[in-house]
């Protein structure tokens, strides 16, 4: 069954630190993995998306790394802000088709002053 | 951020009534879906279309329908809203296979 874990649930730190979170996959085929952030009563936005070549992208103070081998991704937040604090959502596409993302349950981070 | 808007952002209706979830963008998208997702849970696949009079089921479709008359458009009707239907709908919209899904700021149902 393909399947997106994200770890941990929940994350709490203060202003200024950095912070990794994790992804674990089992979806087959792979075709592209997706981080999302949802700030609470918004919809997700996207903040990257790695194909099975890419190791790392980053998108100002996101990085997110992918290993395909190991099946594995990380998001870390360096210089945390205020704005930070969200779920982060972990997105599998297995295939190029568009429509079967597989969706993890999210961590929710929580920056604080 | 993205254009694409849902009406109503909070919805609260008795058991037993029909109602229509409204979704538009304005930026040509192909693609639109929509998804549902309860508190600290994953999003859950309801409908997706890949164009105009293009829509197919995903695996929580059995209790809705959608209609894609016009690119931008994309509602969502529930024919007897449950209680069980009491959750937030998020509709979104790409506009190639591995383009970034953009999403509206959903609408929160409550049926009582």
């Known amino acids: 069954k393909n399947q997106v874990e994200q770890s941990p649930q929940s994350l709490i730190i203060l202003e200024g630190k950095n912070c990794t979170l994790q992804?674990?996959?089992?979806?087959?085929?792979?075709?592209?993995l997706r981080w999302y952030k949802q700030d609470t009563g918004r919809g997700p936005v996207s903040l990257t998306i790695?194909?099975?070549?890419?190791n790392t992208k980053s998108n100002g103070r996101y990085t997110a790394t992918l290993d395909a081998d190991t099946k594995q991704s990380s998001l870390h937040i360096t210089a945390s802000q205020l704005s930070d604090s969200a779920s982060y959502i972990c997105?599998?596409?297995?295939?190029?088709?568009?429509?079967?993302?597989?969706f993890g349950p999210g961590t929710r981070l929580s920056v604080l002053p | 951020e993205a254009d694409i808007y849902q009406t109503p952002r909070y919805l609260v209706i008795g058991t037993g009534k029909k109602i229509t979830l409204e979704c538009s963008q304005t930026?040509?998208?192909?693609?639109m879906y929509w998804y549902q997702q309860d508190p600290g849970m994953e999003l859950h696949l309801i409908h997706y279309?890949?164009?105009?009079?293009?829509?197919e089921k995903g695996d929580l479709s059995s209790e809705s329908t959608v209609s894609r008359i016009r690119t931008e458009h994309f509602p969502l009707t529930l024919e007897s809203a449950r209680p069980s239907h009491t959750s937030q709908y998020l509709c979104?919209?790409?506009?190639?296979?591995?383009?970034?899904?953009?999403f509206g700021n959903g609408t929160r149902l409550t049926v009582t």
């Open positions: 979104a919209s790409s506009e190639f296979r591995n383009s970034p899904l953009h």
């Open positions: 992804c674990n996959y089992t979806v087959s085929p792979f075709s592209n």
């Open positions: 790695m194909t099975f070549s890419e």
């Open positions: 997105v599998v596409s297995p295939d190029n088709y568009g429509q079967n993302f597989v």
């Open positions: 930026m040509g998208h192909d693609k």
């Open positions: 279309s890949y164009g105009v009079n293009s829509t």
